[in-house]
């Protein structure tokens, strides 16, 4: 059973930075491929950023050049570096886990970007 935690969401004004942090356990990580989605009221989920076992990273163009995708495998986590946030980015941000036959999530970590 593989169990994804994510933390570090909050409130923050815009312009402001956040780190998302993502544990996982249950699984051998560093084999994995994991990303990151978000979901607003209303809207589909939709893919902000990836990366694989190998370091290969992959973002969506509205996060381009503002958030930044890491892993850490001795600690079996995944963060989501988070600058230059704008209202637009508000959501509740989710940890994916890739295996070949089957992919799991986590709970989700709220983010709001209000002044």
């Known amino acids: 059973q593989v169990q994804l935690v994510e933390s570090g969401g909050g409130s923050v004004q815009p312009g402001g930075s956040l780190r998302l942090s993502c544990a996982a356990s249950g699984t051998i990580f560093g084999r994995v491929s994991m990303a990151w989605y978000r979901q607003a009221p209303g809207q589909q989920r939709e893919l902000v950023a990836s990366i694989g076992s190998g370091g290969i990273t992959n973002y969506a163009d509205f996060v381009k050049g503002r958030f930044t995708i890491s892993r850490d495998n001795t600690k079996n986590t995944v963060y989501l570096q988070m600058n230059s946030l704008k209202p637009e980015d508000t959501a509740v941000y989710y940890c994916?886990?890739?295996?070949?036959?089957?992919?799991?999530w986590g709970q989700g970590t709220q983010v709001t970007v209000s002044s």
């Open positions: 994916k886990a890739i295996f070949p036959m089957a992919t799991y």
